[in-house]
C-alpha cells in the first residue's frame, strides 16, 4: 500500500509563496496524484489534481491562477507551487494517490491519502 508524506507547510504572510511536496513510498508513475485542503470547520476541499503523465491538470476556481500542481514521477513525488497566499487558503493540506492514471476531482477517486501538512497563511 502506498505511503504518502507531506512536507513544506508553516506560517507564512499574504501574498508569499510556499511549495509543498509529498513523497510517495510506492511507485505513484502509473497514477493521478492530486492535492486536497481542509480549513477549520469546514469539509475537506479540491485543490488540484494532475495525470499520471503530467498532460492533464485541474484546479479549484478558488486556486487557479496561483497554485501549480507538478510531478516528478522519477523521484516518486508531488508538489504544489502556491503563490500569491491569501489568509483563506490556511488549512491542512492533504497529497493523495488516485485510483486511475487519469486526473479527478472527485475525493472518491483518490485511494491513499496522506497525513497533512498545515499551511497558515497570516494577513
Known amino acids: 500500500q502506498a505511503q504518502l508524506v507531506e512536507s513544506g507547510g508553516g506560517l507564512v504572510q499574504a501574498g508569499d509563496s510556499l511549495r509543498l511536496s509529498c513523497a510517495a513510498s510506492?511507485?505513484?508513475?502509473?497514477?493521478?496524484m492530486g492535492w486536497f485542503r481542509q480549513a477549520p470547520g469546514k469539509e475537506r476541499e479540491f485543490v488540484a489534481a494532475v495525470s499520471w503523465s503530467a498532460v492533464t491538470t485541474y484546479y479549484a476556481d478558488s486556486v487557479k491562477g496561483r497554485f501549480t500542481i507538478s510531478r516528478d514521477n522519477a523521484k516518486n513525488t508531488l508538489y504544489l507551487q502556491m503563490s500569491a497566499l491569501k489568509p483563506e487558503d490556511t488549512a491542512v493540506y492533504y497529497c493523495?494517490?488516485?485510483?486511475?492514471?487519469?486526473?479527478?476531482?472527485?475525493?472518491?477517486?483518490?485511494?491513499?491519502w496522506g497525513q497533512g501538512t498545515q499551511v497558515t497563511v497570516s494577513s
Open positions: 493523495a494517490q488516485g485510483r486511475w492514471a487519469l486526473a479527478s476531482m472527485n475525493a472518491t477517486e483518490f485511494v491513499h
Open positions: 510506492g511507485d505513484m508513475k502509473m497514477y493521478s
